[in-house]
């Protein structure tokens, strides 16, 4: 039986998480696992910007459609990382409060290891509990994988991309 089986990676749009991608995709290579990249549509935002009234209802269903077009675009992607490495990935395009999701779908999706990308340094407490990343980090229950240094990722990334697959894990 393998260690990992089934790889989540998190995706915000941000690019410390499309470095998460690049370093999960080759993981997943690696250890011939499942792939899965999620995104999720934070409506507890969009709620929020409607009760302050900066949104009328209009305009947060607009912002709505624009946040799921970005998700979309991420995903697509990650799906392109994905098939250079000759690898399928399933997406995952959810809403709901941001961490709350992530940690329900790596339960119900059986996921052996979460990656994400590195953390915002937090200047406060009240930081930490606002960022969804550090309360995916905190609240989901199986490993997770911090990927801090993307310009590496990336050089690993690229390097890998034209090698053979023979040649990860050291066979020539």
């Known amino acids: 039986m393998r260690l990992i089986q089934n790889i989540m990676v998190y995706l915000d749009g941000s690019e410390v998480s499309i470095d998460a991608v690049r370093y999960a995709v080759l993981l997943a290579r690696f250890n011939r696992a499942r792939l899965f990249a999620i995104y999720v549509v934070d409506t507890k935002a969009l709620e929020g910007l409607l009760k302050a009234k900066i949104f009328v209802e209009s305009e947060e269903l607009e912002y709505e459609h ?15 990382l994905a098939g250079e490495q000759g690898l399928e990935i399933t997406e995952l395009l959810e809403r709901g409060i941001v961490n709350r999701e992530v940690v329900k779908k790596t339960r119900d999706l059986g996921i052996d290891l979460l990656v994400i990308g590195e953390l915002k340094e937090a200047l406060s407490r009240r930081d930490s509990f606002y960022d969804e990343a550090e309360q995916i980090f905190r609240r989901v229950s199986c490993p997770v994988l911090v990927v801090k240094e993307g310009e590496k990722v990336e050089e690993i990334f690229e390097e890998l991309s034209i090698s053979s697959p023979d040649k990860i894990g050291g066979a020539d």
Request: charged share 45%; net charge positive.
């Open 66 to 80: 624009d946040l799921e077009a970005n998700g979309k675009r991420y995903l697509k992607y990650a799906r392109d």
